[in-house]
């Protein structure tokens, strides 16, 4: 069997390239071309004998997803379906902006913590991600952007926290290997308790980002059933636990869902919820971004956002509007990959037409 270089450390390969009688700089020269210098074959690796690129490729593959559909938007955003060796498919998508690139990375096929207004929770769990697949929608995406990709998000398919141990392994290849700024990395999660305490035992910093959507039990739960297990008092102890671990800011994402948390009094609610833990950092609202769904979740009015966000910062929460990207390429989170399990790859844009409000 094959060894695989995407998901291993220098280290690693090091270890690798000397029980191939190889001396410890071709190993940094190896995991160069891997990690920063986005090789899409051995033939790229030219700095390397060519005896030792023919005998890597019969030992070894480099492992990376294979992009199996791209759709592009007119503000740039690229949804990728990325697939793996087993044939499993998850999303990612490419962000650029005028002064960054961003990425957003999945870290599970499907998601087992079922939120009522997401796509990719309709499929439920196939799988969790290795660190390798995880960082290789990473590599993928570098390799076809003329742009260095600087920022990355784990805001994509699954639940991070639920797939721990690969997604910390992940932050390692993407901060030692690939040399982004652990302050350019956020991992969102739904309020996975252990998981928040666990990841701020780690010597890696990142942006934490709490996905709330709701300024009370009673209504979370309605709309992120594994908020069940973890009530809001226990999942803001343990974000209160991480910034004190961290000395790093949270973000609160808060999906606009129109008419069911989108009223002035759920915004002085949160902005209450907050303070009362005396947790920083800023809430970023997500109007909806049209999924089909059985509760037939709208998205809220432009009016009902404005007045939110005023809300929130006359109490002195900051807030900020995540930007709208990728309507017209199905760019919420699930979207691609359940339209082409239906369909074949038919264009996004085409399936989606007419469907938003």
């Given at each position: 069997?094959?060894?695989?270089?995407?998901?291993?450390t220098q280290q690693e390969i090091?270890?690798?390239?000397?029980?191939?009688?190889?001396?410890?700089?071709?190993?940094?020269?190896?995991?160069?071309?891997?990690?920063?210098?986005?090789?899409?074959?051995?033939?790229?690796?030219?700095?390397?004998?060519?005896?030792?690129?023919?005998?890597?490729?019969?030992?070894?593959?480099l492992g990376l997803p294979e992009?199996?559909?791209?759709?592009?938007?007119?503000?740039?955003?690229?949804?990728?379906?990325?697939?793996?060796?087993?044939?499993?498919?998850?999303?990612?998508?490419?962000?650029?902006?005028?002064?960054?690139?961003?990425?957003?990375?999945?870290?599970?096929?499907?998601?087992?913590?079922?939120?009522?207004?997401?796509?990719?929770?309709?499929?439920?769990?196939?799988?969790?991600?290795?660190?390798?697949?995880?960082?290789?929608?990473?590599?993928?995406?570098?390799?076809?952007?003329?742009?260095?990709?600087?920022?990355?998000?784990?805001?994509?398919?699954?639940?991070?926290?639920?797939?721990?141990?690969?997604?910390?392994?992940?932050?390692?290849?993407?901060?030692?290997?690939?040399?982004?700024?652990?302050?350019?990395?956020?991992?969102?999660?739904?309020?996975?308790?252990?998981?928040?305490?666990?990841?701020?035992?780690?010597?890696?910093?990142?942006?934490?980002?709490?996905?709330?959507?709701?300024?009370?039990?009673?209504?979370?739960?309605?709309?992120?059933?594994?908020?069940?297990?973890?009530?809001?008092?226990?999942?803001?102890?343990?974000?209160?636990?991480?910034?004190?671990?961290?000395?790093?800011?949270?973000?609160?994402?808060?999906?606009?869902?129109?008419?069911?948390?989108?009223?002035?009094?759920?915004?002085?609610?949160?902005?209450?919820?907050?303070?009362?833990?005396?947790?920083?950092?800023?809430?970023?609202?997500?109007?909806?971004?049209?999924?089909?769904?059985?509760?037939?979740?709208?998205?809220?009015?432009?009016?009902?956002?404005?007045?939110?966000?005023?809300?929130?910062?006359?109490?002195?929460?900051p807030a900020t509007q995540r930007?709208?990207?990728?309507?017209?390429?199905?760019?919420?989170?699930?979207?691609?990959?359940?339209?082409?399990?239906?369909?074949?790859?038919?264009?996004?844009?085409?399936?989606?037409?007419?469907?938003?409000?």
């Amino acid at each position: 069997m094959k060894q695989t270089l995407v998901g291993m450390t220098q280290q690693e390969i090091t270890q690798l390239l000397q029980e191939m009688g190889q001396p410890q700089y071709r190993a940094v020269q190896t995991a160069a071309w891997v990690y920063r210098k986005s090789a899409a074959s051995w033939e790229d690796m030219t700095d390397l004998p060519v005896a030792l690129r023919k005998k890597m490729a019969q030992e070894c593959e480099l492992g990376l997803p294979e992009a199996a559909h791209r759709d592009t938007a007119p503000d740039g955003t690229i949804k990728y379906l990325m697939r793996f060796a087993d044939g499993v498919s998850v999303e990612s998508v490419y962000l650029p902006y005028p002064n960054r690139v961003s990425v957003c990375l999945s870290t599970q096929a499907g998601c087992a913590a079922g939120c009522a207004f997401c796509a990719t929770a309709k499929g439920g769990l196939e799988r969790s991600l290795s660190a390798g697949e995880i960082a290789g929608q990473f590599l993928r995406m570098q390799q076809e952007s003329n742009r260095r990709i600087d920022h990355v998000v784990y805001m994509g398919m699954g639940e991070p926290l639920l797939n721990y141990s690969a997604m910390v392994r992940s932050l390692f290849l993407l901060r030692d290997e690939a040399g982004l700024s652990a302050r350019n990395i956020t991992v969102s999660t739904v309020g996975i308790v252990p998981g928040i305490r666990a990841l701020a035992e780690e010597d890696i910093p990142v942006t934490l980002a709490l996905s709330l959507h709701a300024p009370d039990d009673a209504l979370r739960t309605q709309l992120i059933p594994t908020a069940r297990k973890w009530p809001l008092e226990e999942i803001l102890e343990a974000c209160s636990y991480y910034t004190s671990r961290t000395k790093r800011n949270l973000t609160f994402e808060y999906l606009l869902l129109g008419g069911i948390n989108d009223s002035p009094e759920q915004a002085r609610a949160l902005a209450r919820l907050l303070a009362g833990r005396h947790l920083p950092g800023n809430v970023n609202l997500i109007p909806f971004n049209y999924v089909e769904t059985p509760q037939g979740f709208r998205r809220p009015a432009r009016e009902a956002v404005t007045a939110f966000r005023a809300e929130l910062e006359k109490a002195g929460r900051p807030a900020t509007q995540r930007m709208t990207r990728g309507n017209a390429i199905a760019a919420a989170c699930g979207q691609l990959r359940r339209q082409t399990e239906q369909h074949g790859f038919v264009p996004a844009a085409m399936l989606s037409a007419g469907k938003q409000p």
